[in-house]
């Protein structure tokens, strides 16, 4: 069935500029890390990019390795934009990385020029797209000189295969210096993809005001915890869940510690009139250089209930003071 988008569409969301940079990216941005491979239903896949258009969001966040297996994620959002999405793509934002190990041999993974093209060009076959909006380095290299992966950042984005260079997982010293090295061919650092929810708040320790010194925006992944910061597991452990497959969490995870502070992080959401995933977005967009709040979802529904935190994002005070307890790394 052909695919309109709803007409409300920007209704929904606010979008803010990344940084000093042009780009606005919604407040809620969707990642295809998870759910997108061929484990799952293509119908389902579908439906929850259909939705997230039709709410507002923008913007999906792929790379090079997701899946199941490495690739799929792309090949499958790729189908799907050339069903639904492709009238409507100077309306998205399509971003993928390089970094982690995607095929054998010495060129595979890392931060190497010869790595980080090849790999772009394989993003964008699979992706069916002339280019992505962004494209990261998905983590530093400790070999290769900054000069050169940032060298082949600035490279795509002179190309035309990406509009805006961004990095993943650099530590405050590190994004100084790729920042540095992008100034030096004449891109700016547009935006950092770090993990960030209350249960690790790294980036707090030097990422913030690396950002803000540099004008660069921070979009946050994993900030329900991958389903931990949700009533997921409130209740036992799903089956079809993260934790139930042992896919990045495992069932020990789910320990009582835990369950203490996810329910006492539970209670406080309650008190708000809002779902304990709504809280914990309200969150992290707290935080000034967060941009956006890059979430996963397996179904419509969560992706329709994370969403509604955007109607009350506000933390006065002694909310803030009354979750900090349980918001520990
Ligand atoms: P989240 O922290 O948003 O976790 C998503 C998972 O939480 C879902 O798959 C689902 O688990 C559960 N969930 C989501 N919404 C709800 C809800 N409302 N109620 C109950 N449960 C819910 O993010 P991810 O860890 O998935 O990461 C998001 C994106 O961030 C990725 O897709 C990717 O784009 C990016 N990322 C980037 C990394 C990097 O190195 N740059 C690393 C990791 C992620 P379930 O599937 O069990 O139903």
Redesign the pocket.
Known sequence: MSYLAAENRYDHLDYVRSGRSGLKLPRVSL?????FGADRARETQRAIVRRAFDLGITHF???NN?GPPPGSAESNFGRIFADDLRAYRDEILISS?AGYLMWDGPYGEWGSRKNLLASLDQSLGRLGVDYVDVF?S??PDPETPIEETMGALAHAVRQGKALYAGI??YSPEQTRAAAAALAAEGVPLTIH?P?Y?MFDRAPENGLWDALAELGAGAIV???????L????YLDGIPA????SEGR?ISESTISETYLDRARGLNVIAEQRGQ?L?QLAIAWVLRQPQVTSA??????VA??E??LRALENTALSDEELARIEPFAVD
């Open positions: 990642g295809l890390w998870n759910n966040d792929l790379a997701y990385k990261y998905h983590r993943s997982n993809q993990r929810n992944y994993s900030p329900l915890a991958q389903g910061l949700t009533a997921r079809g869940s993260r934790a990045w779902s995933a890059l979430v996963g979802a397996s179904s969560q992706l209930d994370t």
